[in-house]
């Protein structure tokens, strides 16, 4: 059973697990009944939140997620985006009051659990993003907010802006985070502590580079989009290093590279939860001995590269 404790959203009730269902492939590589059939897989498992964001599919996963819980919105967490719809792109109260709406329908709900700022937007000021998200808050329309793709400088600024303007800070930070590129965690450790934020992982696989079938990002197929400039940063030595050691750990210690993969990230309390972006419910089957607290702090260094042998 995957790991369902968590301390995320602790201040306003939210209890989520460890995993959470991305919701990039609604509505594109995932029909509404496949969807269907991974919301209900998912709750069975106990994996209750699900991600996903206002572009994705030009709306289609926000619609496709709002039929698979309807009827049972009680028993998920919903956390969406916005800031990169063409139709009302940015943070500007404006931008921001068209997305929430458009994404409170095609979700069918009257209140949305994360509400997240899907990259900063230096064209506006940040004051007026803050002061809108809180205003939300207090209103009951999202009951928390949080901010994506963000460097340690933003991080500190969004925060340092919210509490000086006495008001909600966000709740947490959606961040690319796998063992290909830990040292972006790491960067960030600092100002997570500082505000107490969570941290969501997103990309934890690398886009599939850490399910086993590839060595290195040279071996994906030409259609795969790391085969673009999104690969470009695994193009290096240490990440097809990184990808051996993961195999052989996985190997020794009967794992799926995959769940391996998750638990590394897992294994730092902070970390709240990963999002695997999912289009069939076999993908979730997978995954569902994930438990990374039986993971040793040998493996995870060995795997990470901090020491030699895995014994």
């Known amino acids: 059973m995957i790991d369902f404790s968590s301390h995320f959203l ?60 309807y009827g049972r919105r009680h028993n998920v967490v919903i956390a969406t985006k916005f800031g990169h719809d ?16 458009h994404s409170l329908k095609r979700l069918k709900t009257d209140y949305i659990d994360l509400y997240q700022l899907h990259a900063p937007d230096p064209s506006i000021p940040v004051e007026e993003t803050i002061s809108t998200l809180q205003l939300w808050v207090k209103e009951g329309k999202i009951r928390c907010y949080g901010i994506c793709n963000v460097k340690p ?7 340092d802006t919210a509490q000086a303007m006495g008001g909600i800070l966000p709740s ?38 850490l399910g086993g079938r590839y060595r290195s990002v040279l071996d994906v197929p030409r259609t ?3 085969s ?16 051996e050691r ?6 020794q210690l009967n794992r799926s590279p995959s769940v391996l993969a998750l638990e590394v990230i897992l294994a ?15 993908q979730l089957l997978s995954l569902a001995n994930l438990n990374s607290p039986l993971l040793q702090k040998k493996t995870i260094d060995y795997i990470l590269g901090r020491r030699l042998a895995l014994d």
Do not use: W
């Open 86 to 101: 063409e139709a009302a792109k940015g943070a500007s109260r404006a931008a921001m009051t068209q997305c929430l709406h």
């Open 268 to 282: 730092n309390k902070d970390i709240i939860s990963v999002l695997v972006g999912m289009s069939h419910a076999d």
């Open 246 to 251: 993961l195999i052989y750990a996985a190997q």
């Open 228 to 243: 673009g400039h999104k690969g470009l940063g695994y193009r290096n030595v240490r990440t097809k290093e990184v990808i």
């Open 153 to 159: 400088s933003e991080i500190e600024h969004y925060c």
């Open 10 to 69: 602790e201040n306003i009730g939210l209890r989520v697990s460890r995993l959470a269902v991305g919701g990039s492939h609604f509505g594109v590589n995932a029909c509404r009944k496949d969807v269907m059939r991974l919301v209900s897989t998912a709750l069975d498992l106990g994996v209750n939140f699900f991600d996903t964001a206002d572009i994705y599919g030009k709306g289609e996963s926000e619609s496709a997620l709002g039929d698979a819980v």
């Open 172 to 209: 947490s930070v959606q961040n690319p985070v796998n063992i290909l590129n830990y040292q972006s965690y790491e960067a960030i450790r600092p100002p997570l502590n500082t505000f107490r934020l969570g941290l969501l992982a997103a990309l934890p696989l690398a886009r599939g580079l």
């Open 224 to 226: 795969h989009p790391l």
